[in-house]
C-alpha cells in the first residue's frame, strides 16, 4: 500500500509524493513560549512526532522543523507580571518545554528556531511584501492586504466576505480592510522592540511561519501541520503571505489534527482548563498519556477522561508485560532455528502494521496491530522450548513498531551503552587484577539486563539479547 494522507487544502487523502524523492521538508507550528504546555498542546506535538517517526521508518531522510514564538503581547505581559526580560522568560519556558517533550519521548525536531533569532529575515519578507503591493504601512504598524490575494480563504474554504464574520478582531480603523491582519506591530513605550523601516516594533505572529519556512525549508515543502483551530487565521495567512512573494504553494500537504477536549470542552490556557504536561506525568506514567492521544484518529476530537486514562493504561501494561515476558525468556533459551510459522506470522502483523500507518496515519489499528503481535508473543512464550532467533525476530518487531509508536517505557533499570562499555572495562581491570569475584559480580549483573558478552580475538565484545 501506498501513504495516503488527509490534506485539508483539498479535504481529501492523497498518495504521498514528496517534491524531492526521498526527502520529506515538514515543519509544525511550535508554542508561543510564556507558560507552561498542557496536553491540549500535546496531542499535535505526539502525533506530527509520529509522522516524522513513520517517514524515516519508511524510509525518507526528513528535515522537520518546530519554531518558538519567543516574543509577542501574551510574553510581554508574563514578564511584566513575573518581573524577567522576555529572553528570560522565553528561555524559561523554552527549557521547560524540551523537557516535556522529553518526558513524552518526542524528539527534538531537526531545527527548532526561535523568531528572535530570525527578525532579519522576517523584517526583509515583510518589506518584500510592502514593495510589491500586498502589504502597507499606518501609524507606524503593517498590513497585509487581503484584497489583493485572491486566494485568500483558500485553506479553510471560505471566501472574503464570510471570513468577516470568523475573525475576532477589534474595529481599527488604520485597515483598509477589516481582514487584514498585521505583520509589523510598533512598539509601545517600554516594550522590547527591533528597529525596522517602519520604526521600532515586532513581527506579528503569522507572519514569523512564513519567513521561518522559507529560511529553514525553502520556498515551498512537503508537510505543513498543526492543530485544527490553526487552518484560519494562522495558516490561511501564511499561505497568504509566502504565496504573495514566491508564486508557488507553500506547501502540498496540509495536516492538522481535532482538538483534545476536557470535559467536551476545548482545552486551553484562555479558558484555565488546560491540565499541565508536567502536572499529569506525577500522576500516571507518560507513556500512557502517549499512547491514549494515539489510540484516537488525529482527525477525530479526542475527549480526556479519567476512565479513557485508566484503559490506555490497563492496554499499555499489556503490551509492556509481554515484552518483558520477551525479555526474560531470552536470557534462558537456547540458539536453535528460527520458527518458520512464526516467522510467517510476524510478517502479517507487520505489513498489518504499515497497511494501517499508510493509511493517513492510522494510529488506532497500528496499535491493533501490536495487540496482534502481543497474542502471537504470548503463544509462544506458552511453548516449553522455543528458539532464541525466535524471540529476537518478535522483540525486534516491537521494538520497529515502538521507533514509530514510542510507547514502551524505557525500563528505570536499562543500561545505556556507555553504562555498559564502563562496566565491561571495571570487569576487564577486576580479571586483571584477579579479583575473580568482582568480575563475576559484574558479569551477572549485566546478564541480568539482558547484556550478553561475548569473548573474540579482539577483546570482549556485547549486544542486547
Not at 528535515?63 to 528561555?91: C, M, P, S, W
Not at 496482534?372 to 532464541?388: G, H, I, M, Y
Amino acid at each position: 500500500m501506498t501513504l495516503r494522507m488527509f490534506n485539508t487544502m483539498t479535504r481529501e487523502k492523497e498518495e504521498f509524493k514528496p517534491l524531492e524523492p526521498g526527502k520529506v521538508k515538514m515543519y509544525v507550528c511550535g508554542p508561543t513560549v510564556y507558560n507552561y504546555i498542557h496536553i491540549g498542546n500535546g496531542r499535535p506535538a505526539i502525533f506530527f512526532d509520529v509522522v516524522r517517526r513513520y517517514l524515516t521508518y519508511v524510509g525518507y531522510e526528513v528535515t522537520y522543523v518546530v519554531n518558538f514564538t519567543d516574543v509577542d503581547d501574551k510574553l510581554i505581559r508574563k514578564a511584566e507580571e513575573t518581573g524577567e526580560t522576555v529572553q528570560e522568560l522565553a528561555d524559561r519556558f523554552i527549557a521547560a518545554y524540551m523537557e516535556d517533550m522529553k518526558t513524552l519521548r518526542i524528539e527534538p525536531a531537526t531545527i527548532h528556531p526561535r523568531v528572535t533569532d530570525n527578525m532579519e529575515i522576517i523584517i526583509t519578507f515583510i518589506n518584500s511584501l510592502v514593495q510589491q503591493g500586498f502589504a502597507y504601512e499606518n501609524g507606524g504598524d503593517v498590513y497585509y492586504r487581503t484584497s489583493r490575494f485572491k486566494e485568500y480563504g483558500k485553506l479553510s474554504h471560505q471566501n472574503l466576505d464570510e471570513l468577516q464574520y470568523g475573525i475576532r478582531i477589534e474595529v481599527d480603523e488604520r485597515k483598509e480592510n477589516p481582514q487584514d491582519f498585521v505583520l509589523w506591530k510598533a512598539a509601545k513605550p517600554g516594550e522590547v522592540f527591533w528597529s525596522s523601516p517602519w520604526g521600532n516594533g515586532r513581527p506579528g505572529w503569522h507572519i514569523e511561519c512564513s519567513a521561518l519556512v522559507h529560511k529553514y525549508l525553502g520556498e515551498s515543502i512537503d508537510i505543513h501541520g498543526g492543530g485544527v483551530d490553526l487552518t484560519f487565521p494562522h495558516h490561511e495567512c501564511e499561505i497568504a503571505q509566502t504565496e504573495a512573494i514566491t508564486g508557488k504553494p507553500m506547501a502540498k500537504y496540509w495536516l492538522h489534527n481535532e482538538f483534545l477536549n476536557i470535559d467536551n470542552e476545548k482545552m486551553s490556557k484562555s479558558l484555565g482548563n488546560g491540565v499541565l504536561i508536567r502536572e499529569i506525568a506525577k500522576k500516571i506514567k507518560p507513556e500512557t498519556l502517549r499512547f491514549f492521544m494515539l489510540s484516537s484518529h488525529y482527525r477525530n476530537p479526542l475527549n480526556f477522561s479519567e476512565d479513557g486514562l485508566t484503559q490506555a493504561g490497563n492496554g499499555l501494561d499489556r503490551i509492556q508485560n509481554c515484552v518483558t515476558n520477551l525479555k526474560h525468556r531470552l536470557g534462558i533459551a537456547q540458539e536453535d532455528a528460527l520458527d518458520d510459522q512464526v516467522e510467517a506470522r510476524v510478517k502479517e502483523i507487520e505489513a498489518q502494521f504499515i497497511s494501517k500507518m499508510d493509511d493517513d496515519f492510522n494510529t488506532p489499528d497500528a496499535i491493533t496491530a501490536v495487540f496482534d503481535l502481543v497474542t502471537e508473543a504470548n503463544r509462544v512464550l506458552q511453548q516449553e522450548r522455543v528458539s532464541a532467533a525466535t524471540l529476537r525476530l518478535i522483540m525486534g518487531r516491537f521494538r520497529n513498531f515502538d521507533s514509530v509508536l514510542g510507547i514502551l517505557a524505557r525500563e528505570e533499570n536499562e543500561l545505556l551503552d556507555e553504562e555498559i562499555e564502563g562496566l565491561i572495562e571495571e570487569r576487564n581491570e577486576a580479571r586483571r587484577a584477579k579479583n575473580w569475584a568482582r568480575a563475576d559480580e559484574i558479569r551477572d549483573l549485566l546478564t541480568e539486563k539482558g547484556i550478553y558478552l561475548e569473548d573474540t580475538p579482539q577483546g570482549i565484545r556485547w549486544r542486547r539479547k
